[in-house]
């Protein structure tokens, strides 16, 4: 087995747990899924996992992501990879040519990954979507700790079965929360353009939908 990066089962579990719940009162802002601590070994390779979702199809002129690194917490953000109608390394010396844009934003996927983790890695790495017509920024972090060896393995099998039906019925939930917000978006914005007209129609449309072009 390569060394490579792993995520510790209860980790796992609270950043699923806390992504449901920031799903759960569906703000104006896209969703932005990224693990909260990744821990990667001293010289491996690891990739650093950002998701997203949206109600709208990703257009490439239009798509806009940035992946910034810091350092410390006070620390200024150093942007090191970005999309803007294609992706752009921007190769800073701290990471020299080590990051590798492994994501497919078609697929809302912006991962990255990092060759060679070194010690001084560690830090926040923050992953800044943006998806019109959507028109909040969505943002996630990620804490990256950097191992010198690999931690003792107790047995974790009934942890990853527990965390593996766990995790399937979060995304069961999160993909229902995403599809009901959706369905509500596009109501509201159908709402919006055939404006005053709807307000009583609008609430006894259980069957047929009032589509009829108004203008
Ligand atoms: C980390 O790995 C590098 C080689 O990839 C090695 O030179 C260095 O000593 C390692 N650091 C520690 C603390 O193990
Ligand atoms: C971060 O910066 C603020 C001022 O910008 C300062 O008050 C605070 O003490 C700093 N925190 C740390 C941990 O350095
Ligand atoms: C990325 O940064 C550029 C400025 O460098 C900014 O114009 C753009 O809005 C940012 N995009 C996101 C998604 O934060």
Redesign the pocket.
Known sequence: MSPEAWLPQPTLLLTGLSLLLSLAPTGLGMEVMAPATINAL??SSVKLSCTFNSCYKVENKQFSLNWTYQECRNCSEELFLQFRTKIMNKQLDRFGNRVEFTGNPAKYDVSFTLK?V??EDEGTYNCYVLNPPDRHRGHASISLKVL??EPPKHDSTVAVIVGASVGGFLAVVILVLMVVKCVRRKKQQRLNTDDQKTEEEGKTDGEGNPDEGTK
Do not use: A, E, S
Request: glycine share 14%; charged share 15%; hydrophobic share 15%.
């Open positions: 001293n010289g060679n070194q010690l010198t060896k």
